[in-house]
Each structure stands twice: as structure tokens, then as C-alpha cells.
């Protein structure tokens, strides 16, 4: 008789939770049914007022066993689940991703071509130092047939005591040596309000790591005419990082060439962890060209060579690293900056692939 009983109550269990199934499933259509008509009306789909109401409303109407709290934080986590069915809708059209774009965007500068299936090199020292010190390596890659010059003018040091950089000055270098050899310069911008400024001396601005969630650096950049690197922050998820490239292009630029250096993680044998899957996780969930920083992600220079030829091997559009003629007395990143020699080689082999 008593197992009877049981048998009951265990089967009408089984019920309620068949019915709770479904109206959870019933509730996230209507969910996302209000998103699509919020979002077509351009208002953004979570209300936290809205939310706050129908908490009130269900408290309003309980009755037991249960505890206040315990409705309260069941409800919430239902109203999670539907909150990220509607993200999840949203992901799916972000501007800088595959499913928006199939086709392969290729950023030109002049006549040079980002994302063509060429792999490009990025290379120059990691400060302008002075106008001598960067035309020597422009003179050295120039040599090589390598198109794209690198220097850093405003520099974000971790330490405030740490060279800064020359700022405009060093901008002004980089643009003449780059008239003089023929290369298209790249630096960083750390300031929305220098944007503007670098679009005179600049082919290619690039937003680095510790900026890469400076989100009005960001829409600055997206406003700007000129092509725009931007390197994944040091602490930054692939997600995190796809949506600061969303900042870029939800403005207007979509010259966006996405760069890899290297994430924070527990192992200190190198500077950073080169994550070289990014690259292929990148291709695939972005139209954007994907380069890999080899100078910042491995802080070694014995690793530099490996490391780009992983890159090139992994399907990265380009190799960016640090060339400077004598980088024992570099002002910043003087361990690991390649000497011209060591870059001649390194170029050589990375040919051969
Ligand atoms: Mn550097």
C-alpha cells in the first residue's frame, strides 16, 4: 500500500517537473520574442525595473513551503537563462563576426594589403628612440622587402618612472623615415583626443593591450579614416576581445587588423602565454586579418623564431616583432628586441616557409 503511494507521488513528480520544463521553455520564447521587438525598436532587451516587478509580483503570490529567498534566487536564475538566450541572438550579429560578413576583409594601406593571403611583418623598435636609431632598421627591413614600420612614440610603461616615449616628436620621426624608405608606419595612440593628431603622421594606429577595453579610445578609433591595430588586452577573453574590435567597427571603421601578444596566465617561463589557438578561433568567428606579436607574448629572444613559425604555421595573416640596432642600451625592452643580424636571420628562415 505504502509502495503504492510512492509510486504515485513519484510519477506525478515526474509530471511537474515535464510541466516546469516547459513553461521555463514557454517563457524563454516570450523572452526573446520582447528582445526581437525591443531590439527592432533599437532598445537595449534587459530592463532591470522590469525585472525588479515581476520579482516583486511572484514574492506577491507565494504562499510556502518555500522560502522567500529560496523563489527569489530560483526566479533569478530563470530570468539568467533567458537573459543569455537573448545575447546569445545578439553574438550572432556582431559586425566584426564570420556570420555577419563571410568573405575575408582585407585592410589596405596604399598599396600595401592586410588579410590577402601575403603574410605581412610588422617590425621596428619598441620606442622611437631618435630620428638615426629608427632609420636603421627601416634601412634593414626595407632590405628584406618587408613593408610595414613599427615604433612606439607614447609609450604605457607599468612603471611611471619608466621612458614614456617622445610623443608627437617621436610620431614626426616615424613619419619621415617613412616617407624617406617607402614603409607604412604603425604606432600606438593611448589618448582619444590624440587620434585626430596621429592621423597626420600615421598609416596604421595601433590601440594597445592595456587599452584595449579604453572604450572611448575605441570609439575614437572606430571614427578615424585610417586602418587600426588592435592587440588583445593581457588579461582579455577571445570574447572580450571581439567586442572591443565591435567598438571599432560599430562606429564605422572596419580596417581592423586584430593582434595576438600573449595573455596572462600562472607560467613565468616567458613574458606572457602566446595563446596560438586564438588565431584560428579568431579566423573563424571574425572576417578580420589576425597577426601574432612575438616580441611581447614571449619576452624571449630565443623563442621569437618558434614562435613565428607557429604563427605562420596556425594561419596568422601576419608576424609582428622588435627589431632595434643595439638593444642592449634600448630604453625599453631591451631584453628581448632582436639586433639587425639577428633579424636578418630570423627573416631568412621565416621565408623559407
Ligand atoms: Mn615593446
Not at 294 to 321: E, F, Q, Y
Amino acid at each position: 500500500m505504502e509502495n503504492n503511494n510512492l509510486d504515485q507521488l513519484r510519477n506525478e513528480l515526474d509530471e511537474v517537473n515535464i510541466e516546469i520544463l516547459k513553461l521555463i521553455n514557454k517563457r524563454g520564447d516570450l523572452v526573446k520574442k520582447i528582445g526581437d521587438i525591443k531590439k527592432s525598436q533599437g532598445i537595449k532587451a534587459f530592463d532591470p525595473v522590469r525585472e525588479r516587478e515581476m520579482l516583486d509580483h511572484i514574492i506577491e503570490k507565494h504562499e510556502g513551503p518555500f522560502e522567500y529567498k529560496t523563489i527569489e534566487h530560483l526566479f533569478k536564475e530563470i530570468f539568467k537563462a533567458a537573459k543569455e538566450l537573448q545575447e546569445d541572438d545578439y553574438r550572432k550579429t556582431l559586425l566584426v563576426s564570420r556570420k555577419q560578413k563571410q568573405t575575408d576583409t582585407i585592410v589596405s594601406i596604399g598599396d600595401v594589403e592586410v588579410g590577402n593571403g601575403e603574410k605581412q611583418m610588422v617590425i621596428g623598435p619598441c620606442s622611437v628612440e631618435s630620428y638615426e636609431q629608427v632609420e636603421e632598421v627601416a634601412k634593414a627591413i626595407k632590405a628584406k622587402g618587408v613593408k610595414l614600420l613599427r615604433g612606439g612614440a607614447f609609450k604605457p610603461r607599468t612603471s611611471p618612472y619608466d621612458f614614456q616615449g617622445l610623443g608627437i616628436e617621436g610620431l614626426k620621426i616615424l613619419k619621415d623615415v617613412g616617407i624617406k624608405h617607402n614603409l607604412k608606419v604603425v604606432s600606438e595612440i593611448v589618448n582619444p583626443k590624440d587620434i585626430q593628431v596621429a592621423e597626420e603622421y600615421l598609416d596604421i594606429i595601433q590601440i594597445g593591450a592595456r587599452n584595449m577595453q579604453n572604450f572611448e579610445l575605441l570609439k575614437e578609433a572606430g571614427k578615424s579614416s585610417k586602418p587600426i591595430l588592435l592587440k588583445r588586452g593581457l588579461a582579455a577573453t577571445i570574447n572580450e576581445f571581439m567586442n572591443a574590435a565591435e567598438y571599432i567597427i560599430s562606429q564605422g571603421n572596419e580596417n581592423i587588423i586584430l593582434c595576438e601578444r600573449g595573455i596572462r596566465t600562472y607560467e613565468t617561463a616567458t613574458r606572457n602565454t602566446l595563446d596560438i589557438t586564438a588565431v584560428p578561433v579568431l579566423k573563424k568567428e571574425t572576417h578580420l586579418p589576425v597577426m601574432v606579436d612575438v616580441t611581447h607574448s614571449t619576452g624571449r629572444r630565443d623563442l621569437l623564431l618558434p614562435a613565428a613559425k607557429a604563427a605562420i604555421a596556425i594561419g596568422a595573416d601576419g608576424i609582428m616583432a622588435e627589431v632595434h640596432p643595439d638593444p642592449a642600451v634600448a630604453l625599453s625592452d631591451s631584453q628581448q628586441q632582436m639586433d639587425i643580424p639577428t633579424f636578418n636571420s630570423f627573416y631568412e628562415a621565416l621565408k623559407q616557409l
